[in-house]
T-cell receptor
């Protein structure tokens, strides 16, 4: 079965500083990987996804992520964070199960931005 | 348009009440999902519908009853809930069932059971 680990429960970053959120996955075949963002009390918004091809993926809001098969990682990065980036971030892996889709989410990383 | 709508935004109900949550999408997606999310936790899959047929039931108690009346609409009927069922209920949809199909989420319904 697939699994996702987000080692950092909470990260605090100064506005304008760079950001990296870590995600490690476990899956026997080629994974499909996603990053979602959730503002308080809101639904999840897709930031970016990786299926195949170029291992550096560009997303919305200036985010990017790099797939590293050798490290089983899919870390999310942003060169300069804005106060509006404060939210919960979930990494997820998609995989076939009995012919159906099931997303497995990590436990999330809460991002706090300080002025 | 990648919008999934959910009503109501908030719902408070007693343990003897019967209520329903509604989810709608007009993207032509053929797979729809219900998730439950407790505070500070990731979403947990409850049900998956594919082409209006129930495809996955993640051993959810029978007090939760899903319904897919048509390809655009997904309901979750609630009856005799417990206080521990209080959570954010998220609906999602995707083009089809497949690992490469992105799930698009609605804003959720915040449910409180008294």
């Amino acid at each position: 079965a697939q699994s996702v680990t987000q080692p950092d429960i909470h990260i605090t970053v100064s506005e304008g500083a760079s950001l990296e959120l870590r995600c490690n996955y476990s899956y026997g075949a080629t994974p499909y990987l996603f990053w979602y963002v959730q503002s308080p009390g809101q639904g999840l918004q897709l930031l970016l996804k990786y299926f195949s091809g170029d291992t550096l993926v560009q997303g919305i809001k200036g985010f990017e992520a790099e797939f590293k098969r050798s490290q089983s990682s899919f870390n999310l990065r942003k060169p300069s964070v804005h106060w509006s980036d404060a939210a919960e971030y979930f990494c997820a892996v998609g995989a076939l199960r009995f012919g159906n889709e099931k997303l497995t989410f990590g436990t999330g990383t809460r991002l706090t931005i300080i002025p | 348009d990648t919008e999934v709508t959910q009503t109501p935004k908030h719902l408070v109900m007693g343990m003897t009440n019967k209520k329903s949550l509604k989810c709608e999408q007009h993207m032509g997606h053929r797979a729809m999902y219900w998730y439950k999310q407790k505070a500070k936790k990731p979403p947990e899959l409850m049900f998956v519908y594919s082409y209006e047929k129930l495809s996955i039931n993640e051993s959810v108690p029978s007090r939760f009853s899903p319904e897919c009346p048509n390809s655009s609409l997904l309901n979750l009927h609630l009856h005799a809930l417990q206080p521990e069922d209080s959570a954010l209920y998220l609906c999602a949809s995707s083009q089809d069932l497949g690992s490469a199909d992105t799930q698009y989420f609605g804003p959720g319904t915040r449910l409180t059971v008294l």
